[in-house]
Nanobody, 119 residues
């Protein structure tokens, strides 16, 4: 029943900005949600995640990307500034959800949105 839908990707010049959105449904009240990306020829790289009271950023994006949430809209965002060609990738929203107290978490993924940084 968990659904994650990303949007906001596109083509941007180096130094530009984009904001990605992920709208979620079906989550419990015990989860972590964040952003990953997969560049051509690379594995998936964790970028940022939010848990209760904490936000994490990977070194590769720290200081350039900012994650936020709008609880009223059931949406999280990734504000990306100072984009570089090496940021080109498919960006995925991910949630690790615990459906039962003391039980395991399960990962859920959105469909991905393409970000291309090129002059």
């Amino acid at each position: 029943q968990v659904r994650l839908v990303e949007s906001g990707g596109g083509l941007v010049q180096p130094g530009g900005s984009l904001t990605l959105s992920c709208t979620a449904s079906g989550l419990s009240d015990d989860y972590a949600i964040g952003w990953f990306r997969q560049a051509p020829g690379k594995g998936r790289e964790g970028l940022s995640c939010i848990t209760t009271g904490n936000t994490y950023y990977a070194d590769s994006v720290k200081g350039r990307f900012t994650m936020s949430r709008d609880d009223a809209k059931n949406t999280v965002f990734l504000q990306m500034n100072g984009l570089k060609p090496e940021d080109t990738a498919v960006y995925y929203c991910n949630a690790d959800v615990r459906m039962r107290s003391g039980g395991p978490t399960y990962p859920y993924w959105g469909q991905g949105t393409q970000v291309t940084v090129s002059s």
